[in-house]
């Protein structure tokens, strides 16, 4: 199992499609990696720092414009699948209803799926929703890493204990939790290595079809 690669990674990054419901998902083996996190967490400025890309996700000031699960072909080694901000995001309530059964079959159902990226805010602490993901995470027993966003704006001093809380209140050991800042890019090397681990784990064959 060959893995040692980050630093900066990427390179090529295609968007394979956008999806609405399980059954429009492509049709591939590489292993994918879900992104979840509430609305305005920062999870399109994670992805687009990750994939040294600009607007690859696309970012706004107004929660909730990933209203459609988003999948992007990373070097045919893994998928990232970008799923629908969760909270209070300011879209109909008719979309609302339509993302949770989608959601829901997509992390039940999704045999290529291997790993779950959670974002929280490192100033904030998890709420009710963030801990409901992690337990039904847990009952699948799908790996998770906890990805705590915005330490930038976090003191430098204040950052370990924080990390703390927020694995004690996620209940994860804090060793699972990366500290990440898409302004500096910190946290970017430890989170491909995580990844890549775990792609490389479950093995990937090249060439996405986006069917």
């Not at 992805?47 to 696309?58: D, F, G, W």
Request: include cysteine.
């Amino acid at each position: 199992m060959k893995v040692k690669v980050p630093q900066g990674f990427p390179g090529r990054v295609e968007f394979i499609k956008s999806a609405a419901k399980l059954s429009q998902s492509p049709h591939h083996a590489m292993p994918e990696i879900c992104v979840c996190g509430r609305s305005n967490v920062g999870k399109s400025s994670m992805l687009n720092t990750i994939c040294n890309r600009r607007q690859m996700a696309r970012v706004s000031s107004t929660p909730g414009r990933t209203q459609l699960i988003n999948f992007f072909n990373v070097q045919d080694r893994l998928v990232l699948v970008d799923l629908p901000g969760y909270g209070w995001a300011k879209v109909p309530k008719s979309v609302k209803r339509q993302w949770g059964p989608a959601l829901e079959q997509y992390l039940d159902e999704r045999p290529q799926l291997v790993l779950a990226l959670c974002l929280v805010d490192m100033r904030r602490d998890p709420g009710q929703e963030e801990k409901g993901l992690m337990a039904w995470f847990q009952q699948k027993e799908l790996p998770v890493v906890v990805v705590a966003t915005k330490s930038d704006k976090v003191p430098k001093s204040k950052r370990l204990s924080r990390v703390n809380h927020i694995a004690k209140e996620l209940q994860v050991h804090p060793k699972s939790v990366v500290q990440f800042s898409s302004l500096k890019g910190d946290g970017k090397e430890l989170l491909w290595s995580k990844l890549l681990a775990y792609a490389a784990a479950h093995g990937t064959t090249a060439g996405a079809d986006d069917a």
